[in-house]
Each structure stands twice: as C-alpha cells, then as structure tokens.
C-alpha cells in the first residue's frame, strides 16, 4: 500500500472505487498474514482518508462473508456461518468483514459509503497464474489440453457472474442515492456445479482433455474446508439499484475463452 499516493489523490477525486485487495483461496493459504495485512490495512487507509476529505467511497467485498453457510440463497443481512480460525481460508472472510464493519462504522458517522459483495466473477483478462480461480484453471487446462481438474464430487456450486454485470452492479451502487449505508449482493443467481461448469468448457473449447477428479487435499493441502454452495439473492439489488444480471454463463464462457485462446500460453 503506498499511503503517500493515496493522500496525493483522494482530495481531488470525486468518488472512490477501492477494490485492491488480496482475493483468491490460493493467495490467501499461500500467505494469509499478507492478505490480512493488504485487506485490512489497505481498507482503513482509504477509508480514513475518505473520512478526512468527505468522499462518498465504494469498498468491494466478497460472497467469502458468507462463509459455508449452508441456507441459500443468501441475504445481506443473514447470519455468517465460518470455520475455526486454525482454517487459514476463512481469514479472507474475516478480513473483508473488518473492512465492511469499517464501512458500516463510517457511514454512521454520515460519510457516504456503500458496499459490494462479487460472487465468482470472471471474464476476458483473468489472470491464468495470479487468482488462479476456476473459470481460469479450466480454461488453461482445457486449452492445452492438460486434464481438467474438478476438486472433490464437482457437486459444490457457484453462481458466476461475468463481469460486465459486476461492472454494472458496482457503478449503480457507487453512485446511486439509495445505496449509501448499505450493502449488496452483486452476482448472477443461477447456480453452476463445478463439475457442469468443466464440462461445458470443455465442449466450448472442443477440448480432448480428460475431466479428472482430485481431492481438495492435493491442491490446498490438509484441512482445508470448501463452501459447497454459494448463490446470491438480487432481490435487495434490483429494488434499490435497479441491478439485473444480464450475461448467462454460457454467453460469458464463449467471451471468455475466446480472450483465454489468444492470451494464454498453450
Ligand atoms: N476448483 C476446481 N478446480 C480448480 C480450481 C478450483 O474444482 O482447478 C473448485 C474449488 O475447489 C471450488 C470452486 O472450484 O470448489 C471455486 O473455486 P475458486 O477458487 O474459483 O473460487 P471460490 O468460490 O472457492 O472462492
């Protein structure tokens, strides 16, 4: 985090956008004390500054808040469900918790804040190494015709949303009125398998590469606990932000996968 930048900026802006963060189940087992650090340091500078020069400021957070909660869909204002804090995964969760506890705190104090919370988003640009999300591992895989991994069953779900919808859903609650205070899911509700999702990629990208199942040990290692579903309920965001996911995931995997096949290194 560079501060020095950040008071260099923040007084002549109209609005804040503060969506740097440490994302990622990988990043996050890979060095939870740099994520904690990143999230929730990274989060109080902008919005102290945003406080300092009155800024209404938008902070992304994530559907990892929910985490395993097993009622779906979920509400913004439901419970949180998450493991032991020897589970290095939900450290994640927690730190995009303090940042949205920081948010909430500052908008009590009137500054003008809203939040966000992505559901698996994806499309062109994903990075194949850093994030190392689902959608970009089957991508990879599929076009290098490397076999398709799908941890566990492949019966645990997300809803992805692809990301001209996420763009659209975080402008409308930067800026409309009656977001301010309040927090959003942002996401497409209809719910993939992780097993569907490698199938379909492989049939987009007429991709000979054998599906595989392997145990969620092999890739992050022991203990380690997966949310099995994870779908959001818009209703909150279309009545207060006019929110309406546009793109189906088969729509947004063809965009995608063209971007991927000239990116990617095959
Ligand atoms: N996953 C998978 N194969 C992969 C990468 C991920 O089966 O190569 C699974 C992962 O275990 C999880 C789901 O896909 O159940 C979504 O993982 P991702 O890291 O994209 O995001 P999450 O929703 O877990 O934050």
């Known amino acids: 985090m560079n501060e020095s930048l950040l008071e260099r900026f923040v007084p002549s802006i109209d609005l804040i956008f503060h969506l740097a963060a440490a994302v990622g189940v990988r990043h996050i087992l890979g060095d939870p004390l740099a994520a904690i650090n990143t999230n929730v340091r990274g ?6 500054l945003a406080f300092r020069y009155w800024k209404r400021t938008l902070i992304a957070s994530t559907s990892e808040i929910y ?7 979920f509400r913004e204002d439901d ?6 804090t020897a589970v ?16 909430f705190a500052y908008a009590a104090k009137g500054l003008p804040v809203s939040i966000v919370r992505y559901f698996n988003s994806y499309g062109p640009r994903l990075d194949e190494r850093g994030y ?15 076999p398709i991994t799908v941890h566990g069953d492949g019966e645990q779900s997300r809803c992805f949303t692809y990301i001209s ?8 609650a930067g800026e409309a009125a009656g ?29 000979k590469s054998p599906i595989e199942f392997i145990p969620y040990e092999a890739y992050y290692g022991v203990g380690f606990e997966d949310t099995r579903r994870r779908v959001p ?9 006019g929110f309406t996911p546009r793109i189906d995931l088969e729509a947004g995997l063809k965009k995608t996968l063209a971007w991927c096949r000239e990116h990617y290194r095959h």
Do not use: C
């Open 179 to 207: 977001a301010v205070g309040q927090a959003f899911n942002i996401g497409n509700p209809k719910e993939t398998s992780i097993l569907e999702l490698a199938r379909t990629i492989k049939r987009l990208t007429r991709s």
């Open 67 to 73: 985490g395993k909660a097993s009622h779906v869909p």
């Open 233 to 241: 309920a818009v209703d909150k965001a279309k009545r207060l932000l």
């Open 79 to 84: 419970d949180r469900v998450l493991g032991s």
């Open 132 to 146: 190392g999300s689902v959608v970009a591992n089957l991508a990879r895989q599929a076009l290098r015709g490397e």
């Open 88 to 103: 290095p995964r939900w450290s994640y969760s927690m730190s995009k918790a303090i940042d949205e506890h920081f948010a």
């Open 165 to 172: 919808d996420t763009i659209a859903g975080t402008l409308l």
């Open 43 to 48: 989060t109080e500078a902008v919005l102290d």
